[in-house]
């Protein structure tokens, strides 16, 4: 059995029937992005995030979103130290491989913001020092609906980061049954072991940044990208990053399906996850807008050919 297989029998013993948002998260990680998972309470946000953490053997963290946290609880804060007599550098929790930010959108804006700099450079700015993250590094973040009370909405800037956004939705009867049986006795995220390391993972998404991708299925790409910027009932399109993160995602989809190709269907099948959470719309929601476009672009002649 591959790694990747693994990974995935190993998240769905803790998260029954939503295979599709357990491969969308992988792919995510593999590619080297940052993951936004959205939807109501107590449908598995945090399951999902650590469980991928856990079967993935590198360092974690946990940052819990209130309204009183602060950004140097985030990103770390330099401390005199009396016996040196010089300011020490005391790392936040946004040091580690993966970051799970557990309701995200509970805190201030200010507090979000510190997570900007760490998720698009890959590092930290205190007290003008610069200090890298480990490598691989990747946010795994939980948000209930922005309807819901004591939240604050995600600026646009800080959306625009994330990969991609998935929501959970409740599990059909058979999965619920199963879950209230298998945790009758005790925690499943307990059961579940490591199935890689850092070097491993370091390997996998090496593996799938040389997946190939034809001039032909990177034109539809960005085609399907600029779309979303003419549509009329879009107020604020999809941006170039979003081009980007569409074709490294459909990348890490071809090789988590075991393909050295990418092809239109990854991108199709990646384009709401991808696109949806940038599109701010006149009317209707950023899925309708996503809709709307793939059925309206068609795939350049060519496509879907195999090299």
């Known amino acids: ?24 998260a992988l792919v995510v990680l593999l590619a080297e992005g940052h993951l936004l998972i959205e939807d109501v309470p107590g449908v598995g946000k945090t399951v999902l995030a650590k469980a991928m953490a856990r079967t993935l053997g590198c360092s974690v963290s946990r940052i819990q979103f209130t309204p009183d946290l602060l950004p140097s609880d985030v990103t770390g804060v330099a401390v005199y130290e009396q016996q040196s007599g010089e300011f020490v550098f005391k790392p936040g929790a946004v040091f580690a491989n993966v970051v799970i930010g557990d309701e995200i959108n509970r805190a201030s804006p200010k507090t979000q913001s510190a997570l900007l700099e760490s998720m698009e450079e890959r590092h930290v700015t205190v007290d003008g020092t610069t200090h890298q993250l480990a490598t691989p590094f990747a946010v795994i973040a939980t948000q209930n609906p922005v309807e819901m009370e004591g939240t604050f909405p995600l600026p646009e800037a800080q959306l625009d980061r994330f990969m991609a956004r998935i929501s959970m939705g409740y599990p059909d009867e058979g999965a619920e049954l199963s879950m209230l049986r298998d945790r009758d006795g005790g925690d499943p995220l307990d059961a579940i072991a490591p199935v890689t390391s850092v070097e491993g993972m370091r390997a996998m998404i090496a593996s799938a940044r040389a997946v190939h991708a034809s001039p032909a299925v990177e034109q539809y790409g960005v085609s399907l990208v600029r779309a979303t910027r003419t549509d009329p009932d879009v107020r604020l399109g999809a941006s170039p990053r979003a081009a980007l993160h569409l074709l490294r995602a459909a990348k890490s989809r071809a090789y988590v399906h075991g393909r050295e190709f990418v092809l239109p269907d990854d991108l199709v099948a990646l384009s709401g996850p991808v696109l949806a959470h940038r599109i701010a719309t006149h009317r209707g929601s950023g899925e309708d807008a996503v809709a709307r476009v793939l059925e309206a672009t068609p795939v350049p002649s060519g496509a879907r050919h195999q090299p």
């Open 1 to 24: 059995m591959s790694q990747v297989s693994s990974i995935v029998e190993q998240v769905e013993r803790v998260i029954d029937g939503k295979s599709a948002a357990v491969e969308t």
